[in-house]
């Protein structure tokens, strides 16, 4: 079935150019009353415009969303709007990159505050109305920065692979109230990616070649907790998993003998993907009783 977004209202932070503004665009083409967020307010009015032009119904903000005030400002006039909010897009976001060694702690800070508590902010400013409501799509913006790391953007990374564990919790606790949260991990030709790729590199890689995985994952029947990889008109999905290791119990010598095995322990046989935190200590316990009594038998 084709994905039908009439009635639905998105906010999509970052959306006045690259990413942000393709994701807009395709809500927009599916139905949905979009808010067009950017810190840069000409950005903002500058596509609303052009999506009232084609028919299309848009607000545009100038929040920043590391502001929780400014957030909630955006919300509220969303609201006031349209009467509700059902789809957020954490898009916003910003580089500064350097090695950790040159990298100064404000700079650290700043990325984490855009990326990661930017998409807390919104993220938490729109929660209580999905509750009540029982329907919520939340996408954050990951990044293979993040998943696999990169040189030259540990502020960046470490920003990244939050929003994964956010997004892991938040899915558990949003499930019964129909919030579904995933994340998306794009490869995209932006501002923020020209200075890093040749442009042979990103002459295929358009932002709204990613703007289908949005789509996927604020569908009616989206899935959640996903980490879904797209660009080029590629799609993957990227997995924190757990190996079954190796039990070695108690003994001087455990950590000589753990060292020696490590390869064991990475071996990838029968790896699985944890529903829950809690499922690595029930994996341990359970394991270890049963060395006990294999030993007593």
């Known amino acids: 079935m084709k994905i039908d977004l ?26 949905a009353k979009v808010v067009v967020n950017d810190i840069h307010q000409g950005n903002a009015t500058a596509l ?17 969303v590391a502001d929780y005030g400014d957030v909630e400002g955006m919300i509220t006039a969303a609201t006031e709007r349209w009467g509700h909010v059902d789809i957020l897009v954490n898009n916003a976001g910003i580089l500064r990159d350097r090695s950790f060694a040159k990298m100064d702690l404000d700079s650290f800070r700043l990325v984490l505050d855009i990326h990661l508590m930017g998409s807390v902010n919104c993220t938490k400013a729109v929660w209580d109305g999905m509750r009540e409501r029982g329907f919520g799509r939340i996408v954050f913006t990951t990044s293979s920065s993040g998943l696999y790391g990169n040189f030259g953007q540990a502020n960046y990374s470490a920003a990244k692979m939050g929003l994964v564990g956010l997004m892991q919790t938040l899915a558990l606790e949003g499930a019964r ?9 794009p490869s995209a030709a932006t501002d923020m990616t020209n200075n890093l790729y040749s ?42 998993t757990m190996t079954h ?3 070695l119990g108690r003994g001087e010598d455990i950590a000589e003998r753990l060292l020696r095995r490590l390869d064991e322990v990475a071996d990838r046989d029968n790896e699985f993907i944890p529903e829950v935190g809690g499922v690595q200590y029930q994996f341990e316990v359970a394991r270890a009783l049963d060395a006990t009594q294999a030993s007593a038998a």
Do not use: W, Y
């Open 199 to 240: 442009a042979e590199m990103l002459a295929g890689l358009g932002p709204d070649m990613v703007s289908p995985a949005v789509l996927a994952l604020v569908a009616d029947d989206a899935p959640t907790r996903r980490i879904l990889l797209a660009g080029a008109g590629g799609f993957e999905q990227a997995n924190v």
């Open 245 to 247: 290791g190796i039990h």
């Open 177 to 185: 109230h129909n919030i579904r949260v995933n994340c998306l991990a």
């Open 6 to 31: 009439t009635d639905k209202v998105a906010i999509v932070t970052g959306a006045g150019a690259g990413l942000g503004r393709a994701h807009a665009l395709a809500l927009v083409g599916r139905g």
């Open 48 to 64: 609303c415009e052009e999506i009232a032009a084609q028919g299309g119904e848009a607000l545009p903000s100038a929040a920043n």
